[in-house]
């Protein structure tokens, strides 16, 4: 797979992050990849048959709509949270969801407290909140201008433009694991254990 | 009709999550931690210098350590000791100021720091740090990626008493 990078030249920021493109890139789904374009994953599910599922490659059995598969492995109703199962329309599922995405890696932030780590996890709160759909995507952009275009504007005047620039990256979704460590990759000293 | 229904729900939804965000928000205000560690092997233990908050150049006598920080920002406040003997290392690295760069012309106090110094809080003066016995120092940590930082160096060489103040930006200071 080809990444492209891209220079951003969003003013006032102090770093050279660089967002790579999510043009034509599979969506990350923790355990395989899901190609928009085809709307199949593009590998075998590893749970194979057990999920009672014949075709290997479909995404949520053909039914987006009712369904998730936030983490490739077979089609669910969305039941991480206790809240998810009393909402009816999913672009709510959506939202709660990627509301969720966006508190665990705030947690995640605290847990692993690299200095300047905090970009890994702006960008991949947003990129999975994104790719749980566009009730997602309207969590990551909500929270993202609360948290850091009006809270961090605040508190911290001189490190809150290059969080909107990671935020901006993960909102673009796809392989969130490829887009964020891509997009910290020069993050010094030395590269941090971002995974859990 | 059913579109409208939807719509409308949608933007209750939106308003709780709002809403939920905000009170997030307000708690998040005490994001910043603080850490004490006996010695300095205790801060390499507990990762405070692979993880870049405490710099590797601090002596190897640095003991009673102090630091604030909130991960989700370069922003640090640090206060040690060491020995006056053992300040090579440290000295090495700094580059002495007679006049303090912009970026650090003003210092916000330590949240919740009690031990973080007068005359390390609000707008600097040089002839404050000198009056209490402190010289003053910068010391940038050039990033071009991740995004620079400067640190303000407070050490009193003869007591062995050390603070430093790391904020995102450059000093301009050439060595």
């Not at chain 2, 006056?84 to 760069?101: E, F, I, M, Y």
């Not at chain 2, 407070?154 to 430093?164: K, S, T």
Request: glycine share 8%.
């Amino acid at each position: 797979m080809r990444i492209m990078l891209r220079i951003s030249d969003e003013q006032g920021s102090t770093n050279g992050y660089r967002c790579p493109s999510s043009e034509n890139a599979p969506s990350y789904y923790r355990a395989r990849y899901y190609d928009s374009n085809s709307g199949r994953f593009i590998s075998e599910d590893p749970l194979r048959f057990d999920d009672g599922w014949a075709n290997l490659y479909l995404y949520v059995t053909n039914r987006p709509a009712g369904l998730v598969d936030s983490f490739g492995l077979s089609p669910n109703p969305p039941m991480t949270n206790p809240i998810v199962p009393f909402l009816m329309c999913p672009w709510c599922q959506q939202f709660v969801l990627g509301t969720e995405e966006m508190w665990i890696n705030y947690k995640r932030m605290e847990e692993m407290k690299w200095i300047k780590g905090d970009k890994y996890y702006h960008c991949m709160g947003n990129c999975l909140a994104t790719n749980a759909g566009p009730g997602g995507a309207a969590a990551a952009q909500v929270l993202s201008f609360l948290r850091t275009n009006v809270r961090s504007r605040i508190t911290e005047p001189n490190d809150w433009r290059d969080d909107d620039k990671a935020n901006k990256c993960g909102q673009q979704g796809g392989d969130c694991d490829k887009r964020c460590e891509q997009y910290v990759q020069h993050y010094s000293p030395g590269k941090p254990q971002f995974h859990w | 009709m059913i579109g409208n229904a939807k719509n409308r729900f949608r933007v209750r939804v939106v308003r709780l999550g709002m809403w939920v965000a905000a009170s997030a928000l307000l708690q998040g205000c005490g994001d910043r931690k603080e850490y004490s560690y006996a010695t300095l092997a205790d801060a390499v233990k507990a990762g405070e210098i692979s993880r870049g908050w405490i710099p590797d150049y601090l002596p190897t006598s640095s003991h009673a350590i102090r630091i604030v920080y909130d991960p989700s920002s370069p922003r640090t406040w640090c206060a040690f000791e060491f020995s006056p003997a053992d300040s090579r290392s440290l000295k090495k690295n700094l580059t002495s100021v007679d006049a303090l760069p912009e970026r650090l012309k003003r210092v916000d106090a330590a949240p919740g720091a009690p031990w973080w110094p007068d005359f390390l809080r609000g707008d600097l003066d040089i002839a404050r740090f000198h009056g209490n016995g402190f010289n003053a120092y910068v010391v940038d940590e050039p990033d071009p990626h991740a995004g620079n930082s400067v640190v303000l160096f407070a050490i009193d060489w003869r007591n062995g008493r050390g603070f430093f103040y790391r904020t995102p930006g450059t000093s301009g200071v050439t060595r």
